[in-house]
């Protein structure tokens, strides 16, 4: 009858102490073993023995294996948030088998904002190293912010990690999917949102910001708290130099004639 003590499945202390890093420790694992498993070799070799010396003799090399093991350093080489990561895989002594990191394929959502008509890039960084063998797929979902694959068409298929737009314009807005393979296999998918702010409402924006300035005396805004200490500021207008220079109030009149331009189509 077999010794229930070698039932890895109801083993409870090989199954806490089976947890090990991985790759790295492979060659250092099988020395480990053949270090026991090679004598009894040659000790059973040709010879005939109760079954109970064979059950006590593996036991005790089980045992010795699992506390050699778990000596070796536990950090699993994990990067959390997401993808699939190999170099992080650890090796589970109680299955015989390589664990994964258990985070999920896709990444969460980033987002950019960009002028219309300027340049921008879209870069496919992960928190964790990339094989030195990859294949990177772009996609692009036009004008929703989604994670939903079947919403995404391919774009370009390479190695470039960087996805370059020289003149972003509105059909540019959208999502886009950065999946990286290795060897065929998806080991992670990232999103991102990029929203293309119109020209117009950028023009808009900076006029505003003339208008409101050429507003305060001497046509610059009052000192925020926390500012440049009263010794450190410049010196500010007095008496009749409040009233804005006359530079300021053309500039005033041209931003709201150009804002009432803009308002009316």
């Known amino acids: 009858m077999a010794n229930p003590s070698l039932d890895r ?23 480990i073993m053949l270090s026991q ?9 040709n010879k005939r023995n109760p079954d109970h010396v064979y059950e006590e003799r593996l036991q005790a090399a ?3 294996f699992i506390a050699e093991a778990s000596k070796l350093p536990r950090a699993t080489g994990c990067y ?13 002594c109680v299955t015989c088998l390589y664990d994964s990191c258990e985070y999920p394929l896709d990444c969460a959502m980033r987002d950019s904002t960009v002028g219309e008509y300027n340049s921008t890039e879209i870069r496919c960084d992960v928190h ?9 797929v772009w996609r692009f979902a036009p004008q929703v912010r989604t994670q939903q694959v079947e919403q995404f068409g391919l774009v370009t298929v390479g190695d470039d990690q960087h996805f370059s737009i020289p003149s972003a314009q509105s059909r540019h807005q ?12 998806s080991i992670v998918r990232t999103y991102h949102h990029l929203t293309v702010i119109p020209q117009d409402t950028v023009a808009q924006s900076r006029l505003q910001g003339v208008f409101d300035m050429a507003l305060f005396p001497g046509g610059r805004f009052p000192d925020q708290p926390g500012g440049l200490p009263p010794d450190q500021a410049p010196p500010t207008a007095t008496g009749p130099q409040l009233v804005p220079a006359p530079s ?7 931003a709201l004639s150009l804002l009432l331009f803009l308002s009316l189509g």
Do not use: H
């Open 9 to 31: 499945e109801t083993d409870t202390t090989a199954q806490e102490r089976g947890w090990i890093p991985g790759r790295g420790f492979d060659k250092l694992l099988r020395s």
């Open 37 to 45: 498993i090679l004598p009894l070799m040659e000790e059973f070799d």
């Open 62 to 64: 089980a045992d010795y």
């Open 80 to 92: 959390p948030p997401c993808g699939f990561q190999i170099s992080g895989n650890v090796y589970n």
């Open 128 to 136: 964790f190293p990339l094989p030195s063998s990859i294949e990177i």
């Open 174 to 185: 959208g999502t886009y999917q950065c999946e990286v393979f290795s060897y065929q296999r």
């Open 248 to 254: 300021l109030l053309t500039a005033c009149l041209f």
